[in-house]
């Protein structure tokens, strides 16, 4: 299966809000209720910050949700701030006992 | 809490296997109801995933992968393991293992391990 496709990179502005994009197929993204969302600092293990499309684990602060229209899901980090630049990577089931990653965001804070 | 943790060589040579071995505390890996993964990103890259094992024994592989990789299960050591078997170059990543919750996110990782490979 192919990776899921998302930007290299994103960037915005302490405060402000930023969008990242996960685009699949309607044999992954768009089947399934099952997209994670994961932030990767620097020589760091990944680390869960959405799960089942739109869910927050304990401890992820509010200022990131997660969607899904169609084939596409979504993160958003609302009142950016400097500790969220990061890399950050969706996944997806693709059926089959089978999971994929996207290619990975940058997202720098300005 | 739980906890993982990788073990094994960080060189291997070009066409031998790669074997790895994650040590899992703060929790049965025999009697819980998760899956046991291994994830591996090579430098500059992405995440890859590789495959996964039930808690009750039964695997699952990428198609990428499938030829040549094995996952198992340890339960007398609270482990479980990664063969990578003919390995090149392209093989050369951090592998990290990771706890798998139904129906599917990844959560806790284990900090990764390098194995590098080069004759």
């Known amino acids: 299966q192919s990776a899921l496709t998302q930007p290299p990179s994103a960037s915005g502005s302490p405060g402000q809000s930023v969008t990242i994009s996960c685009t699949g197929t309607?044999?992954?993204?768009?089947?399934?209720?099952?997209v994670s969302w994961y932030q990767q600092h620097p020589g760091k293990a990944p680390k869960l910050m959405i799960y089942e499309v739109t869910k927050r684990p304990s401890g992820v602060p509010d200022r990131f949700s997660g969607s899904k229209s169609g084939n596409t899901a979504s993160l958003t980090v609302s009142g950016l701030q400097a500790e969220d630049e990061a890399d950050y990577y969706c996944n997806s089931y693709v059926g089959g006992n089978n999971w994929v990653f996207g290619g990975g965001t940058k997202l720098t804070v300005l | 809490q739980l906890q993982l943790q990788e073990s094994g060589p960080g060189l291997v040579k070009p066409s031998e296997t790669l074997s790895l071995t994650c040590s899992v505390s703060g929790a049965s890996i025999s009697s819980s109801n998760d899956y046991w993964v291994w994830i591996r990103q090579s430098p500059g890259k992405g995440l890859e995933w590789i495959g996964s094992?039930?808690?009750?024994?039964?695997?699952y592989y990428s198609p990428s992968f499938q030829s040549r990789v094995t996952v198992s299960l340890d339960t007398s050591k609270n482990q479980f393991s990664l063969k990578l078997s003919s390995v090149t170059a392209a093989d050369t990543a951090v592998y990290y293992c990771?706890?798998?919750?139904?129906?599917?996110?990844?959560?806790?990782w284990g900090q990764g391990t390098l194995v590098t490979v080069s004759s």
């Open positions: 094992i039930y808690s009750r024994g039964s695997t």
């Open positions: 990771v706890r798998q919750v139904p129906p599917g996110w990844y959560d806790p």
């Open positions: 309607s044999s992954d993204v768009g089947s399934y209720n099952l």
